[in-house]
């Protein structure tokens, strides 16, 4: 359903008023009608694919599909080479699984399009299928996918998350990435949260929502509380997307920094939502242990990426 939604207007059309038996060539009507409700295509496209076929609804079908494809790709050779700098960070967590993901574009413009962030949303359930397939006897079970991992990810329709990129491509007009994932999975009584910034106000939940934005974070969290307090562990999370800690911290090993806007462990920071305290002092408050966390951003640079540069520089002075 992902591949008609995104390449709907992406086959190339000319506007058509459809004015009975006679303007449709002949062509059952019932066919053409059934054929647009079931793929989504154009009025005019669905009349070829059926003039090519004989009215052969199947046929036209897989024909419609296939251009698409084709299309796609094609568009998608063109463009690989444009730089991707723009982007969205996608946050999904459904019961004891989550998974964040990063996907990127050129442009901001496309970036807001909800085509783009349908896709998003795609990726996401995707890796998270991923993880629902994963079976540990721990408490804490963590995947990364890169780029190339992503890409050959079979979707239930057995195509690749690589083949819906490139027809992402072809109805957007621009070049776009999947660049990474990481998914999370937790036993026993640990929990999940996630946040993506900026995020939508009044929201009263986001189970089973994928959150997006330009920043990110999934926390795991354990908590003596029987009441789940959303809002308490969606801070979490900002002070975190917010203050980019680099390490939870340990109480009898790490010290708080002399200079509190310098401080890099989470659990001596100063608490955005109130500077009075540090995290770790609302933590404590509400029974609450940080067990593990990640954060991505938009278009940071990460090992990986640093080490392609350096290749890349590396390969030009020679």
Avoid at 31 to 45: C, D, E, P, Q
Avoid at 104 to 110: L, R
Avoid at 250 to 267: G, S, V
Wanted: net charge negative.
């Amino acid at each position: 359903m992902l591949l008609q939604k995104i390449f709907t207007r992406a086959l190339h059309s000319t506007r058509q008023l459809y004015a009975g038996s006679g303007a449709s060539g002949g062509l059952e009507k019932s066919a053409l009608a059934a054929l647009r409700k079931k793929t989504g295509y154009t009025f005019a496209n669905c009349k070829k694919a059926l003039e090519k076929h004989n009215n052969d609804v199947g046929l036209a079908e897989k024909w419609l599909h296939e251009q698409a494809q084709t299309l796609g790709w094609s568009k998608a050779t063109k463009v690989a080479d444009r730089a991707t700098a723009q982007g969205l960070i996608g946050v999904l967590i459904r019961g004891n699984r989550g998974a964040m993901v990063e996907l990127n574009c050129e442009t901001d413009f496309v970036a807001r399009n909800d085509t783009f962030k349908r896709f998003v949303d795609h990726v996401a359930c995707m890796c998270l299928h991923y993880t629902d397939l994963t079976d540990f006897d721990g408490d804490l079970w963590k995947l990364g996918f890169d780029a190339d991992a992503l890409k050959n990810l079979r979707t239930e329709e057995g195509r690749t998350l690589g083949d819906h990129l490139a027809l992402l491509i072809g109805a957007i007009g621009e070049n776009a990435t999947i660049r990474r994932a990481l998914c999370f999975k937790v036993n026993n009584d640990l929990r999940l949260v996630g946040y993506a910034h900026p995020a939508p106000t009044n929201v009263g939940t986001t189970e089973g929502i994928t959150q997006v934005g330009k920043y990110g974070a999934i926390v795991a969290y354990r908590s003596t509380h029987n009441l789940l307090d959303f809002e308490f562990h969606k801070s979490i999370c900002q002070q975190i997307v917010g203050m980019k800690p680099s390490k939870i911290g340990e109480y009898d090993k790490d010290k708080p920094a002399e200079n509190k806007d310098d401080e890099t462990c989470l659990i001596h920071q100063e608490y955005l939502l109130d500077a009075d305290k540090t995290v770790g002092e609302a933590l404590q408050e509400h029974n609450c242990e940080i067990v593990d966390y990640h954060r991505f951003e938009c278009g940071e640079q990460t090992e990986r990426s640093l080490e392609a540069i350096i290749r890349s520089q590396h390969q030009s002075s020679n």
